[in-house]
């Protein structure tokens, strides 16, 4: 994308007020099915920081929080297929509850990689909470236990979501024209 698009330019999908709405939704079915644990968020930088935060909030449960960063999306809204840990968690999990708190799940590597890495670390039990899914993208089977919105095949910005590091602040979600790319298998 050599010419930017102002805000204004970027077409609505999600309101920020339906977010929060979905999101509140998802931290009481959680709290339900966490109620005699403590929960622990493994958040997925940077594209999940700022539903974690909410999460976090609305949850009715105790809980421990920690983060990890993965390769994510260059300049041009195109996976280049390779998933790997940048930043990888400061705590141990074996013998905890964990969710993982994903922006979005789109081919589902990601995901799928997670999962399969945490899993090693033998935590009590381990899910994966996503805000948004395009299962249209999907090329690795991961299916989320606990997922906000299930959105068509553009490519989406804000609410901590970037095109190349950018409208992550929007408190709306919008998507970018034309550039709903297919990836490459
Ligand atoms: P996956 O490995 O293809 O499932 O992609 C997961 C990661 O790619 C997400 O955690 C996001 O960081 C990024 N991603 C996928 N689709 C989008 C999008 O539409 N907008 C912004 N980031 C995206
Ligand atoms: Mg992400």
């Not at 609505?12 to 644990?37: M, P, T």
């Not at 799940?105 to 009590?124: K, M, N």
Request: net charge negative; with cysteine; glycine share 6%.
């Amino acid at each position: 994308m050599s010419q930017p698009f102002t805000e204004s330019e970027l077409p609505l999908l999600l309101e920020a007020a339906k977010i929060q709405a979905r999101v509140r939704e998802l931290a009481a079915e959680i709290s339900r099915d966490y109620q005699d644990s403590t929960l622990h968020l493994v958040g997925v930088l940077k594209g999940a920081w700022i539903f974690l935060a909410d999460l976090t909030r609305y949850l009715s449960v105790p809980c421990t929080v920690d983060f990890l960063a993965i390769q994510s999306y260059g300049a041009n809204a195109v996976s280049s297929g390779e998933v790997k840990i940048t930043k990888d968690l400061d705590l141990g999990i074996e013998g905890r509850d964990v969710l993982i708190v994903e922006d979005i799940l789109d081919t589902g590597r990601t995901c799928h990689y997670l999962l399969d890495v945490l899993s090693a670390r033998s935590p009590r039990s381990l899910k994966l909470v996503t805000l948004l899914d395009k299962p249209a993208h999907r090329i690795v089977p991961v299916r989320a236990d606990y997922s906000g919105f299930e959105i068509p095949d553009v490519f989406v910005v804000g609410y901590g979501l970037d095109f190349d590091q950018r409208y992550r602040h929007l408190p709306d979600v919008h998507y970018i024209p034309h550039a709903g790319v297919p990836k490459a298998p």
